[in-house]
């Protein structure tokens, strides 16, 4: 009987442990001593066959050693087959050269031929082309011969041999590896083909840039959920590009909705929370949404907070809650399959407190002044004291409208600035209002309470000329209120000079009685005057001076002892106390009030003070400064000024801060232990030692500028301009108060008057007066009418005129000129040079005439000429 061969070879490519992750499937003949592969030579190797009939039937060269296959080239096979008799014969060879473990794919199939054979040996023989496609890398092959069929690549058959073969491939594709894993029950393939999870082919290699297909197919009643990993969604099926490894997972799931737990709230403050869930589960598809509803309201479906994840642990911040409220809130998680909710839970935040501010003091102010910057604090448990609202309100419009209320500050520390309207007095009531982010209000008052000026001076200003009548200073001023008061001053507290004068003529009150000390320019009113008294005595007060300094003078009108400073608004007295020790005078000074105001040493802190101070000595007195404390460290140890460093060193030291010192020259020199600053009559500071005999007359007291001062304002000043009569130039350039010039007959002008400031001319007097007119803005006078010598008009009808000439600066002084102006007669006029004669006919008998010498340039002689 005839029997058919064939022969069938399968070659791999194979790297060691790098071929495709499944074994290949088994493949043998059952009988294979008649029909048999005697050899096979692949690529030059001889690899032996079965040559008895003994087998075996399956012959495994997967690990012995072949020539490299190289893309692009053909290789040489030969296959010898052995019959036993006249049978056809079927050789099959595939190649896996996308090394993916299915040796079927296309292309794979390299060898094909049949042949019968006559009871003899036959050479089957080709060659094997390895395309560019090829994988770089191990590759399996698989070679059968089977007799009278065509060979399958996998199971058992009656006669024949199956060989494998391992080799590898270079010069061609270089593979790329995709992974593919699963969850649930389902299955994966890929097109290409390489993949099938169903069989457990779950990796496979690709060239570089293929797109592959995978397919993703459940097992009811799971469903498909999505892919994860390299890739993601829900597609299927999903193209990939090979342009890397990658590794995918399938997801199967039953479908079911997320499963969340542990609903809570944490952190709960005034404003925020912190809301806390657990999503347990997923659910069979994947988790899409997820987060947090809340409100005031129970079932809350506003506010949502989304979290970002999918299952676990989710928490999110909640602010800009409102405090002392209860809030609801639930969680939820959202897939393809439904949304599931937990809740309500509940949380109360925390109750805001009012917001705080400090207490503020209540001012005491004198009319007319502005607050310093009062401060004053503020805070809140909640809202930044940046967002807090401070606002005023005024209870007194008239006396301090709301806008003459200034917030300044910031932060926590604020101030406020109040500015009563001038010319009005009494309390105003503040109210500050501080308002917090969630309407708490805090208030908080103080009171602006607004003296009356005891001594009101009049406004303007008061004119005064040098060498001129005595001007009453201020003949308006105001004494406020009904208290008597103990002695006054009027005093020239600013431009005074020696041969200023303040006068004071009217009759005095009863018990009264006055002093002037023309050395300090203080008049002094000793006695105790009703404020009616004081009014008249003040408003009667004149000033004039005989010295030529037109510097302004500043007269201060004062209902007590001390004199007022205006630069400080503190005041001044000298205390008349031969010998007493520094210590003595600086408890003296400190036992003394004036008007309510602390007593202490004087502090000189600038040259204006200093002069003031100076100009009011009447003895060489202490102020308060020392350097007893260390030697060379000379500080203020009185008044507001106290502890501060003035100077640093002896007399070849130096100020400290560029601080305002007048030491005398080579002081303070510390001879014989001296610590304690003295004044010298000059103004000048020297130091003396604290109880020195025979140099101290008294000590220097200043008022002011201690905390807890209350305002007063017993004194006011006024300012005296000081100016000087006009200068006026007449004829002949005479600035007397006479002049006198002669003119011919017949002519209207007189002279031009001028002045060394603007004036205005007028004529004021003399008995011709109505005669002549003066132009008010040149000064031209001249005669009404012109005059004729023969019929004079004037007074004493002599030719002789007299007319007064008055010029009044911008100031209302005037100066007058009194002018006597002689007219001369104008008859007819010879003339003639001193050498020559000349002859004039019907020359009226008994007539003087003028000779008129043209070469004389004096002007006009006179003379007579017998007729």
Known sequence: ????????????????????????????????????????????????????????GYYNYSSTPMPILQAGTTVPLSVVVQTNGNYQQYVKLWIDFNNNGNLEDAGELVFDQNYVVNNTIYTFTGNIAVPLTAFNGPVRMRLIMQYSGSPQLCGNYSYGNTFDFGTSVQGGVNPIQLTVNKTGTGNIVSNPSGINTATNLNFANFGENTN????????APQTFTGWTGDASGTTNPLTVTMNQAKTITANFAVNSPPQLASLNATNVSYTTATLNANVTSGGSTAVTARGFYYGTSANPTSNNTIVSGTTGTMTTNLSGLTPGTLYYFRAYATNSNGTTNIGDGTFTTSIDLSPTASSLSNVVLCEGNSTNAIPFTIG??????????????????????NSNIVLGGTGANRSIVATPVSGQYGTA?????????????????????????????SVGTTNMYINGPSVTIDNSLT???????????????????????????DTLPNGVTKNYNATTGVMTFTGTITAADLQTIFRNVKIKTSVNNTQNRVVT??????LPFATNGHYYEFVPANNISWDNAKIAAENLSFNGLQGYLATITSAQENAFCQSKLVGQGWFGANDVQTEGVWKWVTGPEAGTQFWQGDRFGSPVNNMYTNWSTNQPDNSNNEDYGQFYLDGRWNDLPGNIQGYIQGYVVEYGGMANDPCISISDTKTITVFNYPVVTGPNNTTASTASLSMDEGLLPVFDYSADTAVTWSITGGVDQSLFTINPTTGELAFSTAPVYFSPTDADANNTYIVQVTATDAQGGTTTQTLTVTILCAGPTMTAGPSSSSTYDSLTPEEFYYVNWNNYSNGLLTGTVNV
């Not at 930044?384 to 606002?391: D, T």
């Not at 503040?430 to 602006?448: I, K, P, R, S």
């Not at 009108?557 to 001390?562: E, P, R, S």
């Open 1 to 56: 009987m005839k029997r058919k061969i064939i022969l069938f070879i399968i070659l791999f490519f194979a790297f060691k442990n790098n071929y495709a992750q499944t074994a290949l499937c088994a493949s043998t003949s059952t009988s294979f001593g008649y029909e048999r592969v005697n050899s096979v030579t692949f690529n030059g190797v001889y690899f032996q066959g079965n040559t008895t009939y003994s087998g075996p």
């Open 429 to 457: 009531t503040v109210t500050v209002t501080v308002t917090d982010g969630y309407g708490n209000v805090t208030t908080t008052t103080f009171d602006v309470l607004v003296s009356q000026d005891t001594v009101e001076a």
């Open 557 to 562: 009108f004062m209902a007590g002892n001390a």
């Open 212 to 219: 592959v297909t995978l397919t993703a197919t459940p097992i």
């Open 479 to 505: 004494i406020n209120g009904t208290n008597n008061v103990t002695n006054a001053q009027v005093l020239i507290s600013s431009g005074f000079v020696s041969g200023d004068v303040l006068e004071h003529t």
């Open 380 to 401: 809140d448990d909640l809202t930044p004291v940046a967002n807090l609202i401070v606002a005023t309100t005024s209870n007194n419009q008239t006396l301090l409208p």
